[in-house]
């Protein structure tokens, strides 16, 4: 048998992802697969490298250098080892190759895989450029286009190939994590062109109005996309409403909640498994690893859907698409004018009175519409204390209705209103400037989402 | 997880550099100067104890053999300061390499020292130390020309005013 088919003691799941190298020397001499005169040598060899690497860093300047210099360039080293060392099939044959190649070597080799591995990202990076959304949403904008590009303008392949230059902000549905250099530029990359590919199946400002219904202020958020969009997309699978609406409101919320109510979380894995499936058939997604990567989401979602229907929060999960600009009108009836003669009369009667009480009285009495109101007010050529207290009589959105319906303008009021009409105008703007700030807001807010017919 | 970058074995660095001292004799002989091994290998550990107290590392044989190459030929040296003048030279070396964030190479490093210690210090290691290196790694860390003098560039445009001043008149 050659000694490279030998069966390893060591557990590769204990073996670090980003300090492979160093790892597996550890657990190969814990184990006993690397006697204590080889593993001096390999230390000697790693730090022969240590001292080349330096003199080529200082250009032959400098003999000496900070211990943090030597350390990154250190740590760069053993990281372009582990680059080679996890290319091949397994960990007996890294340690057959540790114990029998010059570490050098090892390390001219993990160079060569390293060069290679920095095209594969530049195409990954091609790629997300290609697919990349229409975005309100900052951190992903800012990732993709100024984030990313420093890491192929700045990465070190000689003396800093564990380190990740850049800024990369956007958060994805799987996170890399135990990795460095360009392995977690390329695990990002490929992980946010699998993003990509999926939410550009659905319209730009569909998304944008689920990411809406998830937070309205989402653009400064740090949250992922395509999570909120896969959740949608599988809410309407479960309603059996077209996939690419993601449009959910929250009677429909509430019967994927009512649906999934009670059910253990195997049970929902299936059903999001089920929905998953067909989704990909409505979509035509047909790149296998698309649906690897959203498929191995769903015990997460599942997980998140099991928190919501305990805490009744499923609307968190599912969200309702919300368009902020589309706000809604209520339509405010001012109600029908009585008849003119019977206005002539109660007018009169009005300003034959001789104190406001008797006026009061007879408002409350005779006028049952706010068109009535506009009209008596008008007529009644109230002073600012009277005017005031028959606003009182009104209701908020009363007062916002005959807001919108006298707009206070001086410049189009001397030539467009009467002498009457521009007194109960200025008793108005009076009124509003003397009432509480709360109440005021709440009258500009009912105002906003009014319309006065 | 990080190698132990002290795993180096310092015994044989320890060797290298002591004979490299130990071949600088011949050449500092002419200046009537001499090393003994004692007295190399106690260098070397004034080299170690600078490197490890400042937080350097250095690999191969290190530069005592060139500071003493450049400072044997110094009239301010004989041999009864010569020893205690080089372990004060290595101290203030690694110093300075830290002071310049390590912009002037070993060479440039040692000429200047060699420079200002003929020079303006008249063999003073304190001048050295703390006036002449100190303003030159200042102007390396801020751009400058290492020898820019503030104080001697204020006296001269100082003087060519008042010589202007007296011209006019």
Known sequence: MNSIDKHSKIDEQKLSKEFFFQSLLQ????????SQLESERIQGECLKLLSESTERYTKGQSSSVRVETAQNIMASNLYTISIYLKSLPNVSTAIYHIIHEPI???????????????????????????????????TYNATIETGLKPFFEQYNVNFG????????????????????????????????????LFCQKFDADIIHEVMCGYDENYKDLLDNLCEQVLQNALGCMFLKKPVQSLDLNLLDIQKIGNKLLGKKQPFIFDQLLEATNEMFEDLEISN?????????????????????????????VFVPRF????????????????????????????????????????????IKTLADMEDIIIAGQFSFAEASTVFDLLDDIEVAALVKHNPINQEVNVVEYSVEEVLMQKNLKKYLENIPTERLANIHKTMATIEVI | MSFNLMLFDNALVQKQAV???????????????????????????????SLENLGRIEFGGGIIGKIIIVFCDSPYLSQENFEGILHELIEIFYYYKNETLDLMSDDDLINYMKMYFDG???????????????R?????????NPDYNELEEAIRKEMEAEEKEENNE
């Open chain 1, 27 to 34: 657990e190969a001499y814990i184990q006993g697969e690397l």
């Open chain 1, 104 to 138: 050098e070597k090892l390390y001219e080799y993990g160079y060569k895989i390293i060069i290679r591995k920095l095209n594969v990202a530049k195409y990954f990076f091609h790629q997300i450029d290609k697919t990349k959304i229409s975005t309100q949403n900052h």
């Open chain 1, 161 to 196: 190939t564990h380190e990740i230059p850049g800024s990369i902000d956007y958060q994805l549905i799987h996170p890399v994590t135990d990795l460095a250099g360009v392995e977690y530029i390329i695990q990002y990359l490929e992980n946010l062109y699998y993003e990509n």
């Open chain 1, 288 to 316: 296998t690893s698309v649906e690897h990567y959203l498929l191995s989401s769903l015990p997460k979602i599942a997980l998140k859907i099991c928190t919501a229907l305990e805490t009744d929060t499923i609307e968190k």
């Open chain 1, 323 to 366: 368009n902020p600009h589309s706000k809604p009108i209520v339509k405010y009836y001012m109600g029908v004018k009585m008849d003119d003669k019977a206005y002539r009369d109660i007018v009169s009667e009005l300003l034959s009175c001789r104190y406001f009480e008797d006026k009061l009285q007879i408002i409350k009495e005779y």
């Open chain 2, 19 to 49: 004979s490299e001292i130990m071949l600088c004799n011949e050449i500092i002989d002419q200046y009537s100067l001499a090393l003994t091994k004692a007295s190399a290998l106690e260098l070397v550990e004034t080299r170690s104890y």
């Open chain 2, 120 to 134: 303006v210090c008249h063999g003073s290691l304190d001048q050295l130390k703390f006036t002449e290196l100190d």
């Open chain 2, 136 to 144: 030159m790694a200042r102007n390396i860390r801020f751009g400058y």
